[in-house]
């Protein structure tokens, strides 16, 4: 009975964790610095098309999921949201830095971080400590649960980078 106490405690500050991360960076994209405009400009000039429509999904996904996680609700389909925004990150921003995050225009760490952590929290569930607890959804979720987050979130991302992703191709040095 203590061990489950402990693996509860676990996921919920895994969940609220990640969770808090999402929303601090939906928020932003809506009301920090260049608002949604300025989000849209950034993803178009990562080759996301239309920008506006990418800024809109993207930081709604973040903050959505974010919320999901925090409050353990449908918990494989708010980390999908967490896998598919970061795997387009990592794709679409980071890969081309190496993998440090301190290095200039910040490596893939930390978004590949992200991508590992909500497969995670998508194989192991909420806990007992959720919504998804209380109302007994996605219980026990192991394989069903981290296969929503693939599906959903790797091949969501991989189905979004293949129709709306086109990169700036950038001229031959000498």
């Keep these: 009975m203590a061990e489950q106490a402990a693996i509860d405690l676990a996921l919920l500050v895994l969940r609220v964790g990640i969770g ?16 949604l405009s300025g989000t849209a400009r950034w993803f178009e000039s990562l080759g996301m098309r239309p920008g506006r429509l990418h800024a809109w999904v993207a930081s709604l996904a973040e903050l959505g999921g974010g919320i999901l996680l925090i409050v353990g609700f449908l918990t494989p389909l708010a980390a999908a949201a967490v896998v598919g925004t970061m795997s387009v990150a990592l794709v679409t921003n ?22 590992l952590m ?57």
């Excluded at 890969?95 to 991508?115: A, C, S």
């Design 94 to 115: 980071h890969r081309k830095n190496g993998f440090f995050i301190f290095r200039p225009g910040e490596g893939y760490e930390y978004v590949l971080t992200l991508v």
């Design 20 to 35: 808090i991360v999402f929303v601090a960076h939906g928020y932003n994209h809506f009301f920090g610095g260049g608002r």
């Design 118 to 174: 909500g497969l995670a929290i998508s194989g192991l569930g909420a806990g007992a400590w959720s919504v998804d607890g209380l109302l007994n959804l996605f219980q026990p979720p192991g394989w069903w649960g981290l296969g929503i987050a693939v599906v959903g979130g790797l091949g969501g991302g991989a189905a979004l980078l293949a129709l709306f992703w086109r990169p700036v191709k950038q001229p031959a040095a000498g």
